[in-house]
């Protein structure tokens, strides 16, 4: 089992009151497996995915991922495991603004290497670029996202869902073994809904476990599991209907 999730609770205080965003969630995720978790506004869907990839620490409960218990790392370690075993899909904006989109996607590999013998920061780049296995990477990712004419673009040039796909396409550079997707269809059309939807669901089939938290119907059929969360608990939904 990948991802192990157990009795995870956590608790914010508003106006006096102590309250539980996320209540005893448990649930597993095995590698090759798409899962999705829907709910509506303010249920701690991101509250969890937060505690799962150790933004946030739990008031309570156990997250492992790949056997590591994320909820006592170091922020050191914390990192590690970030850029190295998961690919995190962010709501927000984080491209950086300064650099090219290939350039973006390829950042978290020049820094943390999936592994740490094919390159290092400290390598010299290959004599032509061309030949560089992670630009190589970049743009095949790229290409399956549909944007890869928008390789030497800058993000201020990029439309909300081009930039949603190159986030995608970052997420997914150092091959990690978890995904985690937070609305990754959220501002995109049905066609460009389905592109990425194809790739995540063929990202699971070739080993990644998927978890990804959506208000996107057409999203759905991809999924193995379908969760619903309401009020902090997590629920697992009939699938009858949403089988691929
Ligand atoms: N740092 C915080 N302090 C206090 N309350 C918080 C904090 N973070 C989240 N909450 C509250 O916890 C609840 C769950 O928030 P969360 O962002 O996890 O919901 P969500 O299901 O992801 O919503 P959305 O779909 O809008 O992103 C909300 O009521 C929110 O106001």
Request: glycine share 6%.
């Amino acid at each position: 089992m990948l991802l192990d999730v157990n009795d995870l609770t956590r608790e914010f205080i508003r106006r006096g009151k102590t309250f539980a965003a996320v209540d005893h969630v448990s649930l597993t995720l095995d590698s090759g497996q798409l899962l999705a978790i829907v709910g509506r506004s303010g249920n701690g869907k991101s509250t969890l995915l937060n505690m799962i990839c150790g933004l946030l620490r739990p008031t309570s409960g156990t997250v492992t991922i790949d056997g590591v218990r994320v909820d006592v790392l170091n922020d050191r370690e914390l990192s590690r495991l970030r850029n190295r075993t998961i690919g995190f899909v962010t709501q927000g904006q984080t491209l950086l603004a300064n650099l090219t989109v290939i350039d973006n996607v390829m950042l978290p590999a020049t820094f943390f290497p999936a592994d740490p013998a094919s390159h290092t920061i400290l390598d010299p780049r290959p004599a032509s670029t061309s030949d560089d296995p992670i630009r190589v990477r970049a743009m095949a990712l790229l290409e399956s996202l549909g944007v890869a004419d928008l390789a030497e673009s800058y993000p201020r040039e990029l439309s909300g869902g081009e930039m949603r796909r190159v986030s995608i396409a970052r997420a997914l550079i150092n091959e990690p073994k978890l995904v985690i997707a937070d609305e990754p269809t959220g501002d995109l059309d049905a066609q460009s809904t389905e592109i990425v939807m194809r790739l995540l669901r063929r990202v699971a089939d070739d080993g990644a476990a998927v978890l990804m938290v959506t208000h996107d119907a057409d999203a759905l059929p991809y999924a193995d599991r379908v969760y619903t969360m309401d009020a902090g608990r997590l629920a697992e939904r009939d699938t009858a209907n949403h089988g691929v």
